[in-house]
C-alpha cells in the first residue's frame, strides 16, 4: 500500500490550499484517514481524520477552518484549508490507519510522504 500526497505550497495568510492524498495497492478497507503535520522544531500533531463512516474530528485550532473529505471507493482523502495563518505552517503528512487488504491478514498503518505547506505572514 502506497499513500501520494499532493496539494502543498506557499500561500498569503488568509488564502486557501488543498491537499490530496491517494492510497492504492490491494485496499480492502481503510477504516480512518487523516492528515497530521510536522512544523519545525515541533512534534508531529493530528490535524484531522476521518472515518469510513464520514465522522470527523479536528484539532481545535483549524475547526471552522478546514474541512476533511475522503471518498472511500477511490480510497482518497483530501484536506481543503481556508483562512490560512502563519502557524499552519508545517509538513503535512497524510495517514491511513487500520488498512486491510485482499492478500494480508489483519491490517497495517501507513503514512504518505508529507508536502509542505508554507503560510507568509
Known amino acids: 500500500v502506497q499513500l501520494q500526497a499532493s496539494g502543498g505550497g506557499l500561500v498569503q495568510a488568509g488564502g486557501s490550499l488543498r491537499l490530496s492524498c491517494a492510497a492504492s495497492g490491494s485496499i480492502f478497507r481503510i477504516d480512518v484517514m487523516g492528515w497530521y503535520r510536522r512544523a519545525p522544531g515541533k512534534q508531529r500533531e493530528l490535524v484531522a481524520t476521518?472515518?469510513?463512516?464520514?465522522?470527523?474530528n479536528y484539532k481545535d485550532s483549524v475547526k471552522g477552518r478546514f474541512t476533511i473529505s475522503r471518498d472511500n471507493a477511490k480510497n482518497t482523502v483530501s484536506l481543503q484549508m481556508n483562512s490560512l495563518k502563519p502557524e499552519d505552517t508545517a509538513v503535512y503528512y497524510c495517514?491511513?490507519?487500520?488498512?486491510?487488504?485482499?492478500?494480508?491478514?489483519?491490517?497495517?498503518?501507513?503514512w504518505g510522504q508529507g508536502t509542505q505547506v508554507t503560510v507568509s505572514s
Open positions: 476521518i472515518t469510513s463512516g464520514g465522522g470527523t
Open positions: 495517514n491511513a490507519e487500520r488498512v486491510m487488504t485482499w492478500d494480508t491478514r489483519g491490517s497495517s498503518d501507513y
